[in-house]
């Protein structure tokens, strides 16, 4: 059987192509106006350029179009480091590779490539259009991180941008907060805490949430939708009315339990704050494992339950091994939340359970400091690797039960 081949058309260069990479020009060249202190005539100028650029790729269609883009990020490169040293050379860089894309990929027409045939030109606008608000809002999310991060290697103990960083040189840049913040116990004990109370509230919250889950999505249990509603509301409700009440909840168990029980009271208070990170993590793991258990083959528990096995050998042997991507998912979901977590930990722990987020709070309400910056990047770094974990996770998850191809 023999695949349609569709030959994408490319649109008209003056009255298409130039007018729209002549305006992502001006765009740019206006915000380098605002650092020279001249945004107009940069307005101005980028558009020229942009225009200059999409014709000039026109003309080039020897060169494959990611060599073409290459070489205008190269070439911006070499002009901003003329102008602006090796900040203008980064800068630069990011300018030409990305106008160099959108100029090939407008010139191209390859913004039709992955749009039904039948299309109206005012539905491609739409479509792009989405596609575009949709980066910008990615943009906008990450943007913030992105001087958080730079800061975190700052040589001196300030929480602005010095000259010498801002001109790239080596001497801005140091490790000595990482060092600061791996070396003092000032910052090891809350992050011990932190690992200390995130695993074990992530495994109370794997285990019921589970539970919760597959009870949940028999059609035969009543009131399941109340009981859904109710195990999730954490999620829901604001934050802060939760730690009020987990704070006079708790501190009449905690008491008991000291009482009666003759619990040491540091003991007693990491118990507080386990099942408390626990409650907030659950609703993350009865999301995923029910998201989950919508493509789940029932028949598959009845044929094990056919050939004698008794329901808990049918969850191990036959569910679990299925469902099992969402469950981790879930856990890291939980876990992400309980590492995290501040404001509960404020109102039910004390000071021999502060976790590193405490930590980071009293730093930034007492005392500046850029390891501060370190540890909200290792902590980034940690959210952003758990978080691909779980994409990996979804996306297996999703082959085992036959929703994507493999």
């Known amino acids: 059987m023999s695949a349609a081949i569709i030959e994408i058309k490319r649109p008209d260069l003056l009255t298409f192509t130039m007018p729209i990479v002549a305006v992502l020009g001006a765009m740019f060249g206006f915000i380098t106006g605002n650092i020279f202190g001249d945004p107009w005539i940069g307005l101005i100028g980028g558009a020229i350029v942009g225009a200059a650029l999409a014709g000039v790729l026109a003309k080039i269609t020897s060169v494959k179009r990611w060599k073409s883009i290459w070489g205008v990020a190269v070439l911006f490169g070499v002009v901003g480091a003329m102008f602006g040293g090796v900040g203008g050379l980064f800068g630069g860089f990011l300018v030409g590779l990305s106008m160099g894309w959108f100029a090939t990929w407008v010139g191209t027409g390859q913004y039709r490539k992955r749009v039904p045939i039948y299309y109206t030109p005012g539905q491609v606008l739409w479509h792009s259009t ?63 805490n932190s690992l200390i109370i995130a695993p074990i509230a992530t495994i109370i919250s794997v285990s019921l949430g589970t539970l919760a889950a597959i009870g949940l999505s028999q059609s035969h249990v009543p009131g399941r939708q109340a009981m859904m ?86 969850f191990f042997r036959v569910q ?34 502060q976790t590193l987020p405490w930590q980071m709070y009293t730093g930034l309400r007492e005392q500046i400091s850029p390891t501060i910056l370190a540890a909200a990047t290792i902590l980034v770094s940690v959210s952003i690797l758990l978080l691909l974990t779980v994409e990996l996770l979804r996306r297996r998850s999703e082959r085992l039960r036959g929703m994507s191809p493999g």
């Not at 080596?170 to 000032?186: I, M, N, P, Q, V």
């Not at 993590?281 to 598959?300: C, E």
């Open 320 to 353: 679990m091994p299925l469902i099992l991507p969402g469950v981790i998912s879930g856990g890291l979901f939980a876990f992400i939340t309980s590492f995290d977590e501040v404001v509960v930990v404020l109102f039910v722990g004390s000071a021999r359970q």
């Open 130 to 192: 989405f596609l575009f608000i949709c980066a910008f809002v990615f943009f906008f999310l990450i943007a913030p991180l992105v001087p958080v991060i730079w800061l975190s290697f700052n040589a001196e103990n300030f929480f602005t941008f010095t000259p010498e960083m801002l001109s790239f040189k080596a001497e801005g840049y140091s490790l000595k907060h990482y060092r600061d913040f791996l070396g003092t116990d000032e910052w090891m004990v809350p992050l011990k």
């Open 229 to 314: 509603a109710i195990l999730i509301s954490p999620m829901i409700v604001p934050l802060i009315i939760s730690a009020t009440g987990m704070f006079f909840f708790y501190a009449p168990l905690g008491n008991w339990l000291q009482v009666n029980l003759g619990l040491n009271q540091a003991f007693v208070g990491y118990v507080k704050v386990i099942l408390a990170h626990a409650v907030l993590g659950i609703p993350f793991v009865i999301i995923t494992v029910t998201a989950t258990l919508v493509g789940f083959d029932k028949s598959l528990t009845r044929a094990a339950a056919n050939m004698g096995a008794n329901p808990v050998t049918t």
